[in-house]
């Protein structure tokens, strides 16, 4: 049994929105659902019903009335969902248009912008005029190589507005990179700013932006944004100053209302091992399994103030705006997290008043290692949770939040990814919480641990699947005429099943422990073993920055290969290679137990913060990355060349 760590308040799960949903089923549909659990299998039995009522009790604007809310609720992949009915994505988001602040920008040192939902409506309505003007239409891509600023979200509300399709990428990708993504979809227009801050210094974008643009002919016009300095535009072909562009008198804003499958966003697969795939997402299962998981899952509120440490090439980023369509406070920052203290955000955190503070579980353990202890700086007195995503969180992060943040909190470790845009497993403002343990399995999500024999197991080791459509599945892959690729993504495994490419345990009380992609397991012996399980105790060592952890085929076999990032002024000693061994044994088992454990002086991940393990095993197997530029310090692979020790028994 895992150690409880935190229980919700009975008032505030009366209170919460959670609550409030079961209750409306209750009432609506005849039922006597008396807990989450009975909600939950509710909902997954009666995939249907539950859509349904969660679309009527949340009151999406569209036109039209439902023909069927699934065609086939076995059918994966393939299911139409709400036919009959028309919206629109930038519609929804932009419906409060008071007041109250919309959007609070901050760059590394400083408040930058803040905009309210009518300051924001306006923005959107003078763009997506200078948009429809400049011949956008439905089904247009519109690109940004931009930072996490308010002007990358007015432009993707204008996009949307028009119907066209969003995709984003970080300004920190390399031409490469951003290339094979963008070169894919062939966006008419490009949205860049002039550069970024990072570390207090400032890097110019517009160099990498003329190297993309040579290789991009579909663009017709780039619209720059002066975030750094004042550009100069002249060697940019057809590129125009944001200020310039814009419609100063607009038509009055009318959004196009469209089918609820029709494309919102092209997001795209990290691409470490080729090129990354092109997963297009509809605007109906966006929105709509979004407000579930803001609303139901996360309790957001109007009033309250979410913000998610994020770059725009992550989905993390669509998750977070589309917390307007609730009314809440959206706070955007760009920027080293770590700039110029540890403490940085935290501070932020307590002086700006955070609601919701989301972040990657790499986040919390580094503010630990860094000694930062946010409960001195602060009560936190408006914080009602903290949200991890990226990797599994450690039993020792969840009890840091506790002890040294706030106590009276809900920890929130959550999980799905990029190929769904949003989460199969995540927090629940009505559970408590355990040590190490994902809250709950999501709404609607029939989400299963499948053993090597396709039977659904608990308690033990398995792939985490999900057994039923949801909205929010990919409509389709760019340039996937036949859907091979869609389905050999997902469906290969487990027909009729979505197979996700993790481990998990589904623990007894109802918790979810993540134990690392399946897709980079460990054999040892002919024993499927996650790397997260071997990161939770490794990473417990003050000596031991951070650990890379891959298998290496050797003499028939496979053995455990352990890279190790050392703290400052470590040294690996046989004394310490004693010690990571035999805590991995104790808290592992023996088949965990590396063979080699060897020090490098850096580890990889991609943009996106995940350790990249199938990159680092091609690396030390003689084979080439294709794609370097899916990774935040690609040069971070040189170091695992050649290694004399993995040429040794």
Not at 8 to 16: A, F, G, M, N, T
Not at 52 to 79: C, R, Y
Not at 313 to 319: A, E, I, V
Not at 635 to 645: G, Q, T, V
Request: hydrophobic residues 40%; glycine residues 8%; negative net charge.
């Amino acid at each position: 049994m895992s150690k409880l760590l935190w229980e919700p308040d009975p008032e505030k799960i009366q209170l919460s929105q959670m609550t409030q949903f079961r209750q409306y089923v209750n009432n609506a549909a005849g039922m006597q659902l008396e807990d989450y659990n009975e909600l939950y299998d509710w909902s997954v039995r009666s995939i249907d019903q539950f859509w349904k009522h969660f679309w009527e009790w949340t009151h999406v604007l569209h036109s039209g009335e439902i023909n069927s809310v699934v065609d086939d609720p076995q059918k994966m992949p393939g299911a139409e969902w709400f036919s009959g009915i028309t919206l629109n994505y930038a519609e929804n988001l932009l419906q409060n248009r008071g007041s109250r602040t919309a959007l609070e920008f901050y760059g590394e040192d400083r408040l930058q912008k803040s905009l309210t939902y009518a300051e924001l409506y306006s923005e959107v309505e003078k763009l997506a005029d200078a948009l429809h003007k400049a011949g956008v239409t439905r089904g247009d891509r519109i690109a940004g190589f931009m930072p996490n600023l308010p002007e990358t979200v007015i432009a993707m509300l204008a996009a949307a507005s028009l119907g066209a399709i969003w995709s984003s990428s970080s300004p920190d990708f390399g031409i490469k990179g951003v290339l094979d993504r963008f070169s894919q979809i062939k966006p008419k227009i490009i949205f860049a700013a002039d550069g970024y801050f990072y570390n207090g210094k400032r890097f110019n974008s517009l160099e990498k932006l003329r190297g993309i643009l040579s290789s991009l002919p579909s663009v017709e016009k780039v619209v720059v944004v002066p975030y750094t300095a004042e550009p100069q535009l002249d060697s940019i072909r057809n590129a125009v100053a944001w200020d310039d562009f814009l419609t100063r008198q607009p038509t009055p804003l009318t959004f196009e209302r469209l089918p609820f499958s029709q494309p919102l966003y092209v997001m795209y697969s990290s691409g470490t091992t080729g090129l990354p795939k092109s997963i297009v997402h509809s605007a109906g299962g966006t929105l709509l399994q979004h407000l579930k998981e803001l609303r139901l899952h996360c309790d957001l509120r109007e009033n309250d103030k979410i913000f998610y440490f994020t770059t725009c090439g992550w989905m993390m980023w669509n998750w977070l705006v589309s917390s307007l369509a609730v009314g809440a406070t959206v706070v955007l920052y760009d920027g080293n997290p770590f700039y110029p203290h540890p403490d940085r955000l935290v501070k932020l955190a307590a002086e700006s008043g955070f609601s919701y503070f989301g972040t990657s579980a790499k986040y919390i353990a580094s503010l630990e290692a860094a000694g930062v202890r946010p409960a001195e700086l602060s009560d936190f007195s408006k914080l009602k949770a903290i949200l991890s995503t990226g990797s599994p969180l450690s039993e020792e992060s969840f009890e840091y939040v506790y002890r040294k943040w706030k106590a009276d909190v809900q920890l929130s470790s959550i999980s799905g990814g990029t190929d769904i845009i949003s989460c199969f497993v995540l927090g629940n403002p009505v559970l408590p919480v355990y040590s190490g343990e994902i809250q709950c399995r999501g709404l609607g999500m029939q989400v299963s641990s499948f053993d090597s024999h396709g039977r659904a197991v608990q308690g033990e080791r398995g792939e985490l699947v999900c057994e039923k459509p949801f909205p929010s599945m990919p409509v389709y892959f760019w340039n996937d005429e036949d859907g091979s690729k869609y389905r050999k993504a997902y469906f290969e495994t487990y027909p009729n099943v979505w197979h996700h490419g993790d481990f998990m345990i589904i623990t007894e009380t109802g918790g979810i422990v993540m134990l690392g992609r399946s897709d980079a397991t460990l054999n040892p012996g002919g024993v499927r073993i996650g790397t997260a399980e071997i990161y939770r105790v490794v990473e417990t060592l003050p000596e031991i920055a951070d650990s890379v952890v891959v298998g290496q085929k050797w003499q028939q076999d496979e053995r455990v290969i352990l890279f190790v990032k050392l703290a400052s002024g470590q040294e690996l000693t046989a004394e310490l290679k004693d010690r990571l061994r035999n805590i991995i044994r104790s808290g592992c088992s023996p088949r965990h137990v590396p063979r080699k454990i060897i020090a490098v002086e850096d580890i990889p991940y991609t943009i996106n913060g995940k350790k990249v393990e199938i990159a680092v095993n091609r690396i030390i197997q003689g084979d080439d990355v294709a794609n370097k530029d899916a990774l935040r310090n690609p040069e971070a692979l040189d170091l695992y060349k050649n290694i004399p020790e993995l040429l040794e028994d």
